[in-house]
């Protein structure tokens, strides 16, 4: 083995060292897959050799304090990586699925390390077969998908393969989640000393909803500023309105409007956990709370996922319809594209201009970027039979135009 590492670090460093400017285009792309491809199953080789070199205690034989201290000596890497390789290296030890997906790069390890955290998970939750059945499923089906979206559907993974225990499962998960944000509730204003002062802190999902509600409103997109500069002006100015009232109200006055989508249970009657617009969750008490001290905007979902009912409040797409379109798209429903509803307006599929309806069916939510795109005329939007935005390449992007959808915002 030892010769074949040697000659593989001759062949590496070649390919490392040979110019790549007179390559043409697919030769490229053919390129940058092979690559990472290898980058793969040399990490999963790395991990076999750590796992061999930890189960044999080497570096406490060694006088390092752990194998993780040892190769962060050894390898020059941050503690946090070097732990990260030692649980991986674990986790493939007794999971020669995961293994064989990672040592072939049919997954790459950012992939394989969301797997093995939901192997762990789920093992404190359901039974083994449960566990195997998970690892099964986002391996074989999901391994197309970046870490960001992958991370998503592990987090959910127990409803699919596991319906029976995933409500108990979650309700557990959300309460456990509020109490330690409850308890863990912070925030500080930090003198830095040289004119700036840091802000710190935590807040709960509901906190953090209302904060996102005042702040929102006031930090559109300018050329002018940075996302966080327009988000420490817009918490200066919601200070300043409140300094400029005289006296405030007992009950706080209106407050700022939240939308709260709700999956109702009509065979039992009865109200579940909500989702914020902003993708967090919240549990049925919450919500109950909510309604009580704020201007709520009901959502009402079907199984589907299909609004049933969207709460009135203003006229057009500032409105109900305005609402439609974020508890379906989610944020900007281009391919790929990850900003949020805040910073999207809506799109008419089929324009106005040529008799195209101001309605759900004919709108869908697109950033400034995106927007510009599509009036370009190159790609095309349009809606798919299942009622949700699907966009066509250009044939210089795909030849064949297959439709492509964004799931980046997809709900479970």
Known sequence: MREVLEQLKDLAGHCAGTPVWSLPDTDLVSAVHAVHDAEQMLA???????????????????????????????????????????DLAGVLDKRPVLDAA?????????????????IQDLTCEAEPDVADLAEK????????????????????????VAPEVAED????????????????????????GDGRFRLTGWLDAEAAAIVNAALDPLCKPDTDRTPTQRRADALVEICQLALRTTHLP????????????????????ELRQGQLDTGETLTAEQV??????????????????QVLDVGQSRRLFTGPLRRALVARDGGCAFPGCDRPPQWCDGHHIRHWATG?????????????????????????????????????????????????????????
């Open 44 to 86: 999963a080789a790395k991990l076999h050799l750590v796992r061999e070199i930890d189960g044999r205690s080497l570096p406490v034989a060694q006088e390092a304090a752990s194998t993780a201290v040892w190769l962060r000596e050894r390898l020059h890497i941050s503690i946090h990586a070097a732990r990260r390789m030692v």
């Open 356 to 412: 195209g309806d101001t309605a759900l069916n004919n709108g869908v939510l697109l950033c400034g970027h995106h927007h510009r795109v599509i009036h370009r005329g190159e790609w095309e939007a349009r809606m798919a039979d299942d009622g949700r935005p699907e966009f066509i390449p250009p044939a210089y992007v795909d030849p064949e135009r297959k439709p492509r959808r964004n799931i980046y915002h997809r709900r479970p």
């Open 137 to 160: 499923t986002l391996i074989e089906d999901h391994a197309g998908w970046e870490p960001a979206i992958l991370r998503k559907v592990a987090a959910r993974i127990l409803a699919h």
């Open 169 to 192: 499962a979650d309700r557990r998960a959300v309460e456990r989640d509020e109490k330690r944000a409850q308890q863990t509730r912070a925030f500080t204003l930090t003198n830095n």
């Open 250 to 269: 007992e009950n706080g006055g209106d407050r700022p409007q939240i939308v709260v989508t709700v999956p109702y249970d009509v065979a039992r009657k």
């Open 288 to 305: 109950r709370r909510l309604a009580c001290d704020s201007q709520i905007i009901p959502m009402v979902l079907g199984g589907d996922g």
């Open 102 to 118: 990672l040592s072939s790069a049919a997954v790459n390890v950012e992939q394989a390390h969301i797997v093995a955290k939901t």
